[in-house]
Nanobody, 123 residues
Framework: QVRLVESGGNSVQTGGSLRLSCAASGFAIERKDMAWFRQAPGKEREAVARIYSEGYPDYSDSVKGRFTISRDNGASMLYLQMNNLQPEDTALYYC?????????????????WGQGTQVTVSS
């Protein structure tokens, strides 16, 4: 049974940093693509970053250069290091796993989801 549990969300000021964590169970994370998405109030869920099973990353243009996705295979953990946070980064952040195919920026591209962790950036 696949389970994803996010943590690390918090309230920070503009320019601050946070590291989100996602504890995965029920599968070997090094064998599956995983990703981070986010959803702000009144907006659609949007892709943030993806890590391929081979280990290389991909990012949405809005976070490129500020966010870093990584994983610890032994601990079965996925991470998102977020630097230089801006108010527009405020959202509920979700961990996703098991890429289904198609454009990875679409939420439908991933089969399993966590419950989310809230990030709030104040100016």
């Amino acid at each position: 049974q696949v389970r994803l549990v996010e943590s690390g969300g918090n309230s920070v000021q503009t320019g601050g940093s946070l590291r989100l964590s996602c504890a995965a169970s029920g599968f070997a994370i090094e064998r599956k693509d995983m990703a981070w998405f986010r959803q702000a109030p009144g907006k659609e869920r949007e892709a943030v970053a993806r890590i391929y099973s081979e280990g290389y990353p991909d990012y949405s243009d809005s976070v490129k250069g500020r966010f870093t996705i990584s994983r610890d295979n032994g601990a079965s953990m996925l991470y998102l290091q977020m630097n230089n946070l801006q108010p527009e980064d405020t959202a509920l952040y979700y961990c996703a796993a098991h890429y289904n195919g198609g454009t990875w920026f679409r939420p439908a591209a991933f089969k399993y989801w966590g419950q989310g962790t809230q990030v709030t950036v104040s100016s």
